[in-house]
């Protein structure tokens, strides 16, 4: 569930490795290019952080970060 704190959408996402991690950034970077709105992430081990938050606009989560959140989630299942 992405969370919404410090006018950011938030999110982990847990896989079994680095490759799938690695993988599943990829796909989200297709879908960021897609969407013309580009994420804050880290990656350590099976782990990615995804932050996002829309900065032409102050900062704040918009209606780009609620559509991108939604199209990542679509991925990541």
């Excluded at 599943?24 to 290019?33: I, K, S």
């Excluded at 880290?42 to 970060?65: A, F, M, Q, R």
Aim: hydrophobic fraction near 40%; charge should be negative; proline fraction near 1%.
């Amino acid at each position: 569930m992405w969370i919404e704190e410090d006018n950011k959408l938030k999110k982990t996402f847990k896989f079994k490795d680095f490759q799938e991690a690695f993988a599943f950034m990829t796909r989200v970077a297709f879908l960021a290019e897609a969407h013309n709105h580009h994420p804050n992430w880290s990656n350590v081990y099976n782990t990615v952080e995804i932050e996002l938050t829309t900065h032409d606009s102050g900062n704040k989560v918009t209606k780009k970060d609620h559509a991108l959140a939604k199209a990542i989630d679509e991925i990541s299942s």
